[in-house]
């Protein structure tokens, strides 16, 4: 009986041998037919994406689309760009179909349904903004010349962006989470970078085709109100992150020694055999933030038990490496376990770092970090600093020496500061006296 063959995957890799289909299809412009060409292809970080690309050889017409044809991020993001010089406007960017885009200084505002998912640069993405609202400009010269006049103001100002004579600040919202502009700094943060992570509201959800506000509080009440004591692990359907196939994912509550009562959940694909483990933190919020240092000085040190909350940074100074909170999300594992899943996330989500648009300089020094970077998780370079920096507390670190103080360890608390809790939602909970508060917005309202 022969081998059942396994079906070719349908998105590939992104290498210089992938061939796009080729379809005939009606040019808009001239009515006459040509060409798209479409590829299905894997970006870093991305996941899958549709690249399509039309031509008409009779009117000569041009144009690209990208289409995501991955799972959407659990949240949403705002990506915001600080562009002070000419070098800024080449930074490549992924703008998905559900992004807006926003020029803060200008006041401008591109809904997400006026333009498709782009793969381009910062300047190509300030040429698309003139071209769209150069639309119409001689008709509403002779009959609107104030809208005119207000809206030829606004191209001056984005073509003095375009070319690099004035500094601007673009912003990204993304409420799927899939868009993403090329960091010039890696493996370091780049300082003209920022991205915040966010909840969605039910509006965006319903927006996303994710199902509206009533129908998931519904759900919610349903699953409070079944009886019965819930059983030691529990399962529930989900879908892998890599392959988007169904996968299951188990939960279990467990309570760590010293330390606090975590959620730890563990998925596991069946069909390309992707193993992740995520932790949630439970229990109230600390009221002070925690660093924790240690002083890697052994290979003894890489198998000591690490929990690295959702919000913790995570820096080894002495291979400059440093992660914002929020990467990899939760990981309970060892030292050396976190050091591999970092090495392996780097290599295969940062994206721009494997085609020809970086330079030989750029691989060459992001080759050498992640050499570093995999010594270190060998046990090769020694001593290094591991730093966690947690500021809601919810981070731990395997102490060799409990119950007495590790030598090598050194656990500090610290205040946070406004905007750290205003990152986190944590300046406008108020737990104490909120009724004496409320009734006196009532008497002042009346």
């Given amino acids: 009986m022969s081998e059942q063959k396994q079906p070719e995957p349908i998105f590939v890799d992104l290498h210089d041998n992938s061939k796009p289909a080729e379809i005939e299809s009606l040019c808009m412009k001239c009515h006459e037919m040509g060409t798209t060409r479409m590829l299905f292809t894997k970006i870093p970080h991305f996941k899958e994406i549709i690249i399509m690309a039309f031509e008409c050889p009779h009117c000569g017409f041009r144009n690209n689309e990208l289409q995501s044809a991955g799972a959407f991020n659990e949240k949403g993001q705002v990506v915001t760009c600080h562009v002070t010089g000419p070098e800024d406007l080449d930074r490549q960017l992924v703008k998905s179909d559900f992004a807006s885009v926003k020029f803060e200084e200008l006041d401008l505002e591109i809904p997400p349904s006026r333009q498709r998912g ?12 003139i071209e769209d609202l150069s639309v119409g400009q001689p008709v509403r010269k002779h009959t609107d010349e104030d809208v005119y006049n207000k809206i030829e103001a606004i191209i001056q100002q984005l073509t003095a962006y375009q070319e690099g004579k004035q500094e601007f600040t673009l912003i990204i919202d993304d409420a799927s989470g899939n868009s993403y502009i090329e960091n010039r700094c890696l493996p370091a943060q780049d300082p003209k970078i920022t991205l915040r992570w966010y909840t969605r509201t039910p509006e965006q959800n319903e927006f996303l085709g994710l199902g509206s506000g009533p129908q998931q509080e519904q759900q919610g009440q349903a699953t409070q ?39 730890i959940m563990a998925t596991t694909c069946q069909q390309c055999g992707y193993k992740s483990n995520e932790v949630k933190a439970g229990g ?15 290979v003894e040190d890489l198998s000591r038990d690490i929990l690295k909350s959702e919000t913790c940074g995570l820096s080894i100074p002495e291979i400059d490496l440093e992660l914002t909170p929020g990467t990899l999300g939760g990981r309970f594992t060892t030292v050396e376990g976190l050091l591999r899943q970092v090495h392996d996330e780097l290599e295969e989500r940062v994206p721009f770092m494997h085609g020809d648009s970086t330079t030989d300089e750029s691989r060459q020094r992001w080759t050498n970090f992640l050499s570093r970077l995999s010594d270190v998780a060998d046990g090769k370079v020694l001593p290094v600093t591991l730093i966690l920096n947690d500021p809601l507390a919810n981070s731990y670190l395997q102490n060799l020496y409990a119950p007495d103080d590790d030598p090598e360890m050194k656990i500090e608390s610290y205040e946070r500061d406004w905007d750290t809790n205003e990152s986190l939602g944590l300046n406008d909970i108020k737990l104490e006296n909120y009724e004496e508060e409320h009734q006196q917005q009532e008497q002042e309202s009346k």
């Fill in 118 to 129: 782009l793969l381009t640069t910062i300047e190509g993405l300030v040429g698309n903004a």
């Fill in 225 to 263: 109100e079944e009886e019965g004591e819930a059983p030691e692990v529990l399962a529930f359907p989900a879908n892998c992150s890599h392959c988007n196939a169904p996968s299951e994912t188990n939960m279990h509550v467990m309570d760590i020694p010293h330390f606090k009562e975590v959620v």
């Fill in 284 to 298: 109230p919020i600390s009221a002070q933030g925690k660093r924790i240092t240690l002083n890697m000085t052994d």
